[in-house]
């Protein structure tokens, strides 16, 4: 069916007239005519591109002009630059955007996060997948400019936060208000990084450091002392994590509820343990390394 036909019109039409608040594109290549396609945007509220990269500029330019009430954003595996610019610059959800995901290794850069800080008012959540073009200064930046709405932090394979020595603990001190941290496959963090942001970040309820193959049990030492409202930790293929440093968190553990491990970093007696003070284990086969 072409974009021009009477059905797909009619289609365009009865989305609008439901006044639909969620659209999720995959791995398509086309939208068909803008003004149609634009008339989709006025109510939504959350938008997913993944693997659109041939129409990505278009779309981000059309939400940019249209969308006013948009609260979360995510684009994977294909993004443009132009189309970041654009939508960094002249979105008018500036004031009700509040989740921004982005998997974007090859076109995320420090001027687009440093115009979403300068720009946008109350982003709570912040997910950043292998952002290889990013450094300290746009992450030190965002984290200033939300410091008192960022609840939910994602830095995923984020090579900066593994280069630039006390990045992490700076961006920790501006961060009060963050109760979820995922720091998943960085590989080369160490105790020093995270051990330093843990101190400014007591709020924290739930840590995923999974992946972070370099951490030993000083960081379950560090969150057992600073983190005291920790609810959920992940800990898999963390390989320098033992179990007599898993013993050790579950033991002094205030609030935990949910521990998600591999088979050599726990024993038949931590579980016991875990599970006398309603710990929910989550284990994992071990991976060969």
């Known amino acids: ?116 800080a300068a720009n946008f008012k109350c982003l ?33 394979s984020c090579n900066a936060i593994e280069r630039e020595c006390g990045l992490l603990a700076t961006i920790g001190q501006h961060l009060g208000r963050l109760r979820k941290l995922d720091l998943t496959r960085n590989e080369w963090l160490f105790d020093k990084e995270v051990v330093s942001m843990l101190a400014s970040c007591n709020g924290l309820v739930e840590v995923v450091l999974r992946d972070c193959k370099h951490l030993t049990g000083a960081v379950l030492v560090a969150l057992n002392k600073n983190c005291v409202k920790l609810k959920t930790l992940d800990i898999l293929s963390c390989r320098l994590i033992e179990p007599d440093d898993v013993e050790g968190f579950v033991m002094k553990t205030q609030c935990l509820k949910k521990l998600v491990v591999e088979e050599n970093q726990i024993t038949e007696a931590i579980v016991k343990l875990a599970s006398s003070k309603l710990i929910e284990t989550v284990v994992f086969p071990s991976l060969v390394w």
């Open 1 to 116: 069916m072409t974009c021009s036909s009477y059905g797909f019109k009619a289609l365009i039409f009865k989305f609008v007239s439901l006044k639909v608040k969620k659209l999720s594109l995959r791995s398509c290549g086309s939208i068909g005519e803008i003004e149609f396609f634009g008339l989709c945007l006025e109510n939504l509220e959350e938008i997913e591109l993944r693997t659109c990269r041939s129409i990505v500029d278009v779309v981000l330019l059309k939400v940019s002009e249209i969308c006013e009430s948009l609260k979360s954003l995510l684009i994977h595996d294909g993004g443009s630059k132009d189309g970041l610019v654009c939508f960094m610059n002249n979105a008018r959800c500036y004031d009700s955007l509040e989740r921004l995901d982005l998997r974007l290794p090859m076109d995320l850069t420090d001027d687009h996060l440093v115009s979403l």
């Open 124 to 156: 709570s959540s912040i997910s950043l997948t292998s952002c290889i073009f990013v450094t300290g200064f746009s992450l030190k930046a965002l984290a200033l400019s939300f410091s008192s709405s960022l609840e939910e932090l994602s830095l995923l």
